[in-house]
């Protein structure tokens, strides 16, 4: 499985057409990254995604919170569409419907209960439209991946938020925290009395969350329909007196979410014997009228499998390249991993890189012959996951390969010959004894 490069065919889904007004500076970074933009009411009743069985778009911007299935376009159909390969960003807010609540549970992201609303009483920003004091809160967590937010992602500035927390399973290995709370955050109904814990606090609290899906498909939640606005993007940090980070952090965000970054792609893949020799064929000679025709189940197939011999020494390596906005370069880790499967590994080891994208394994073949694979599969945070298999059969030694005299045989060889041995002083002593 490999990454392929997000398309431009984007579909902008919204509650009022005002939000095109509203959210105008953001709308305009993805039209300079060449988006074509199709803005529609979330609730039109004529809105295919589809057509035929091939998708009309290739992302999908979801900024009506207030949507609730009234038109054409479905929870399901939003469902189906992710699993067919498409990219989604999901704004929600704090009175969001409870369509969009179900389409981030089906993805894994739980929102806070209805009315709740994330404060910070240490870092805020007032006068910029929170319905309570403190609702415009300084997020500082964000996620230090250059692969995600970029090379300044580890000293960017604050990002403005007002909206609702989340929280996804620790165990999901799909999700991203990209944006969580602070220490003094908390997530709570704040027309009602504290009377228990939050329903988050601190780092618990996330604002932005990305999925990428098994299908290298990426989504991403938000609680905040006011993070990618014009306000919040020309906001200035009331304490430092310098911009907020909001323009560079959705316009990168929206980047890894439409796949125009962190996608890997593999190619030239080649595995060989240590001197340089190929594998064999399974059956060299195409025409074997000595062998019955039932012996392989797909002749045409089988004979064309690539085999090698117990205890060969072998080199297997692939060309990997990153697309990183712009170009693809070459990409260079130290932590791929080769397997050599068969049900369980016989063989994991590290592949050297050289740098220039070139990724290489030196393993021998293990004493036990069978049908095996060559099993990558390289998942990281940011990137699209790399998992693809090579398949190869290992055969025993045959009769003539063997050395004539095997050390491990000398007891058996010597008790040939002390039997022979005895039966010739046997015979010798029956026949000329009296």
Known sequence: MEGKLGGKRSLVLVDV???EATHSIFLDQLRERGHILSIQLASSPTLPLTSYGAPLYDNILLMAPEWNEDGEVSVAGLIEFVEAGGNMMVMADCDMSASVRKLASLSGVDFDVEGSSVVDHFRFEDGLGGSSPHTVI???GILKNTKI??????????????????????NNILASKILTGGP????AILDRDLEKYPENIGKDTLLVTAIQGRNNARVTFTGSMAICSNRYYLAVLSDTASPSGNKEFCNSLSQWTFAEKGVLRVSNVTH????????????????RPDLPVSLFADPEITRNSLVYRIKDDLVYSFFMEEYDGSNWVPFHADDVQLEFVMLDPYIRKTMQSNGKGLFTCHLKAPDVYGIFKFHIMYRRTGLTTIAFDTLVSVRPFKHN????????????????FTIMAGFFIFSFYFLYSK
């Open 184 to 187: 003094s955050t908390y997530s």
């Open 401 to 416: 390969e063997y050395e004539r005299f095997i050390e491990a045989a000398y007891p058996y060889y010597s008790s040939a």
């Open 149 to 170: 937010l970029g090379n300044n992602a580890s000293h960017m500035a604050p990002v403005l938020y007002r909206g609702i927390g989340h929280a996804v399973d620790e």
């Open 138 to 140: 300084h997020a500082t």
């Open 272 to 287: 060989h014997r240590l001197d340089g020799t190929p594998p064999e064929l399974l059956l060299k000679q195409k025409e």
């Open 17 to 19: 057409l005002q939000t």
